[in-house]
């Protein structure tokens, strides 16, 4: 699954991992599998994924801006894809003014959409 969407039961935040499955060019990011974790480190510390998460928060800022949805934190991921480990991005999200201690269901499925404007802007998979 390129994109995995949790929500937390007890507080109104959702984290959501976006599995990168094919290389990326433009951030010099070729090489998108390996056989164990530690092979994807260098790749969450290279130049072009940092460049890859600013990119990223660009869009997060646009298509959050004016809704009650906040960042609060977006960072690099080793992702489990069958048998290899891929990079990824991790991102939490928090309601922010939630009367309630779980998410609202507008703000979950604004969280789904603005995941998937990610894969597709970003062209992850």
Not at 27 to 47: G, M, N, Y
Not at 88 to 97: C, D, F, Q, T
């Amino acid at each position: 699954m390129a994109i995995k969407i949790t929500h937390d039961a007890n507080a109104a935040m959702a984290s959501a991992e976006l599995m990168i499955t094919r290389p990326l060019e433009d951030f010099d990011l070729t090489q998108v599998e390996a056989p164990i974790p530690r092979e994807i480190d260098p790749i969450l510390a290279s130049q072009g994924f940092k460049d890859l998460l600013d990119e990223a928060r660009t869009i997060l800022d646009r298509e959050f801006a004016g809704r009650s949805l906040e960042i609060a934190q977006l960072t690099g991921a080793i992702c489990r894809d069958d048998l290899l480990y891929r990079p990824g991005i991790w991102l939490v999200v928090r309601e922010a003014n939630a009367a309630r201690s779980e998410m609202s269901p507008a703000a979950r499925a604004r969280i789904a959409a603005v995941a998937e404007t990610l894969q597709s802007d970003l062209q992850l998979s």
